[in-house]
């Protein structure tokens, strides 16, 4: 057994939602690019929810975090936003197991169980471990950030995706988007990026540990 992240997650109101071809083909591609960068596995199932097991923990916030402005990001308009819940579970996990669905290691039912909690909650992110002392720790800045990530628009989700996955300048975001640096900066503070960006790199730094 290796200590490694999971992630459950559903879309919010996937029953409502039109488009459901381009919200399906936003979930593959994000979670293609997750498998590419962090080494993960994935699955998707019953339509909407889907799990990826991550090899290293503190890899699982930043993921998660991509995952959430890849589907907000493509959005068909502000009034219709699209979202995720996300349970991250950080436990022991048989990095032989075939089938993720069917796993039942402590990694799985940590998040298994965080996104029952926050299905009834109205939260969109959690992180759970079999630390209660971490979970406290964690609980209060992982709402305060969840609620910033909740209120980002597609294009500031967009300009957020790009920033933390190629960790670009804002020039070079500029460039990539079409769109002038100014309204590159604007959208990054509107999404209050750098605060995003520091919780990201403090849990990794706090999953990474051994308790």
């Known amino acids: 057994m290796q200590r490694s992240g999971v992630i459950t997650g559903d879309i919010v109101g996937s029953s409502q ?22 080494k993960a596995r994935s699955e998707i199932y019953r339509g909407d929810e889907f799990q990826l097991l991550i090899p290293q923990p503190a890899d699982t916030v930043l993921a998660a975090v ?45 998040s ?7 299905s009834k909650t109205g939260d969109r992110l ?14 209060l800045l992982t709402r305060l950030v969840d609620d910033i990530i909740s209120h980002w628009s597609h294009y500031s989700a967009q300009v957020a995706y790009y920033s933390l996955l190629y960790n670009e300048s804002q020039q070079a975001l500029a460039e990539w988007l079409g769109r002038s640096q100014p309204t590159i900066h604007k959208r990054l503070a509107t999404a209050k990026l ?9 849990t990794g730094e706090i999953l990474a540990q051994e308790w």
């Open 17 to 38: 939602i039109k488009d459901r071809k381009t919200l399906l083909d936003a979930l593959h591609d994000i979670l293609n690019v997750l498998a590419q960068r962090f």
């Open 66 to 110: 991509l995952i959430r402005a890849a589907i907000i990001s493509h959005s068909p308009s502000k009034k219709q936003p699209w979202d995720t819940r996300l349970a991250l579970g950080i436990g022991s996990v048989d990095a032989s197991v075939a089938r993720i669905a069917e796993a039942s290691e402590e990694a799985f039912v940590l």
């Open 194 to 202: 750098e605060l995003v960006r520091e919780y990201i790199e403090y």
């Open 112 to 118: 298994g169980r965080g996104l029952d909690k926050i």
């Open 126 to 139: 959690c992180i759970v471990t079999g630390s209660d002392a971490i979970n406290r720790q964690l609980s």
